[in-house]
C-alpha cells in the first residue's frame, strides 16, 4: 500500500504562493530539502543523480501548484546521458514523487559542481503530461534546452504553454553524499504583461545568489518573496505542505500486470512460479503467487 506513514518527515518542505499587489505577477517558492533527503535515501543516488532527482521533483512541485485543485502532472526527462529517464509525478495537494531510471550513474563534477546536464544529457526531451480530469491527458513536449531541468522547465513553460517565467532551482549534496538543503521558486508574469515589472523583477533575479546558498543560509520561502519581489508590493495567497507520497496500490500494480496479457503472465507462471514487481517510484515489491497469477490469468480469459 501506501509506502509511508504520510509524509510525517516531509512537514519541513512546503511551499508558498505569492502575488504582486497588482496581480501581474504570481510567485511561488519552496523549500524541499527533507522530501529530496528521503526521495535520494530511498533510490540510493549518487550525489549528481540526487541532484537531478531533486530538482526533478522540486520543479514537478512548482509545476503542479499552477494547477487547479484535483489535477496533477507526470514530468519526464529523457536524454543521452548516463542517468537515464527521470520521471517525477506532483499533484496540486503537494504529493510528489519521482525516480532516476539509472540512480548510481555517476560522472565527474565539471568547475567543481556536479554536472546535472553531463549526467542527464542535452539531446533529448522534456514532455510534461497534466492529468486536468478531461478525458485525455494534456501534453507538451519541448527539447532540452541545458539539461539543467530549471532553464528546461521555463522553456517547456514559454514554448508549449505562452508563459514567460522564470525557473530556480537547486539541491546541495554534501561531500559524503547527503542532501542538506533543496528549494526553488518560479516566477510567472500574468497576462496582460507588464513589460516594466517583469523587467525589474527579472533583474533581481539575476542579481540573486544561487537558491542552494539563500537555502543554506537559512533563508525560507518567504524570504526568497522579500528578495524576488524586494520594493513590490505583495501578498502571500496559500502555504502548503509538500509530501512525499507514492500513489501505487495493489490493485494498480494487478491492472499493470492484467496489461500484460495472459500469454507473457502464463510464461511468468511457468518460468518464475510467481510475479514480483517493484513500483519504480518508491520501490516497493509486489509479490503474487501462484494462485493470485492464475486467477489474474482466468480474469483475461
Ligand atoms: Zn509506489
Redesign the pocket.
Known amino acids: 500500500m501506501i509506502?509511508t506513514p504520510s509524509g510525517r518527515d516531509d512537514s519541513k518542505s512546503y511551499l508558498v504562493r505569492a502575488m504582486s499587489e497588482d496581480g501581474r505577477v504570481l510567485a511561488l517558492a519552496c523549500v524541499t530539502t527533507d522530501l529530496v533527503a528521503r526521495s535520494a535515501r530511498r533510490h540510493r543516488t549518487s550525489p549528481v543523480a540526487a541532484a537531478a532527482l531533486g530538482r526533478a521533483l522540486t520543479g514537478g512541485a512548482l509545476l503542479a501548484s499552477l494547477l487547479k485543485e484535483g489535477q496533477g502532472l507526470a514530468v519526464k526527462f529523457e536524454a543521452d546521458g548516463p542517468l537515464g529517464k527521470i520521471v517525477v509525478e506532483a499533484e496540486r495537494n503537494g504529493c510528489v514523487?519521482g525516480y532516476v531510471q539509472n540512480p548510481g550513474a555517476d560522472v565527474p563534477d565539471r568547475g567543481g559542481k556536479l554536472d546535472v546536464s553531463g549526467a542527464l544529457g542535452i539531446n533529448g526531451f522534456l514532455t510534461v503530461l497534466k492529468d486536468l480530469g478531461l478525458k485525455e491527458p494534456c501534453q507538451g513536449i519541448v527539447r532540452l534546452r541545458s539539461g539543467e531541468i530549471a532553464q528546461d522547465l521555463a522553456y517547456y513553460l514559454l514554448e508549449s504553454e505562452q508563459i514567460p517565467s522564470a525557473v530556480a532551482l537547486g539541491v546541495y549534496v554534501e561531500s559524503e553524499g547527503r542532501v542538506s538543503a533543496a528549494g526553488g521558486f518560479l516566477v510567472q508574469s500574468l497576462p496582460p504583461p507588464d513589460p516594466e515589472t517583469v523587467e525589474r523583477i527579472a533583474s533581481r533575479l539575476e542579481a540573486m545568489p544561487p537558491v542552494t546558498t539563500l537555502l543554506r543560509e537559512g533563508k525560507t520561502p518567504e524570504d526568497l518573496f522579500r528578495d524576488i519581489f524586494s520594493e513590490i508590493p505583495f501578498r502571500i495567497l496559500e502555504t502548503q505542505p509538500l509530501t512525499l507520497r507514492?500513489?501505487?496500490s495493489r490493485s494498480r500494480i494487478e491492472r499493470v500486470l492484467l496489461s500484460l496479457g495472459a500469454d507473457e503472465l502464463k510464461e511468468m507462471l511457468e518460468e518464475q512460479g510467481e510475479a514480483k514487481v517493484n513500483?519504480?517510484?518508491?520501490?516497493?515489491a509486489y509479490r503474487f503467487n501462484r494462485e493470485e497469477l492464475e486467477e489474474l490469468i482466468g480474469r483475461i480469459a
Not at 279 to 284: A, E, K, W
Open positions: 509506502t514523487r507514492c500513489s501505487c513500483c519504480h517510484f518508491c520501490r516497493i
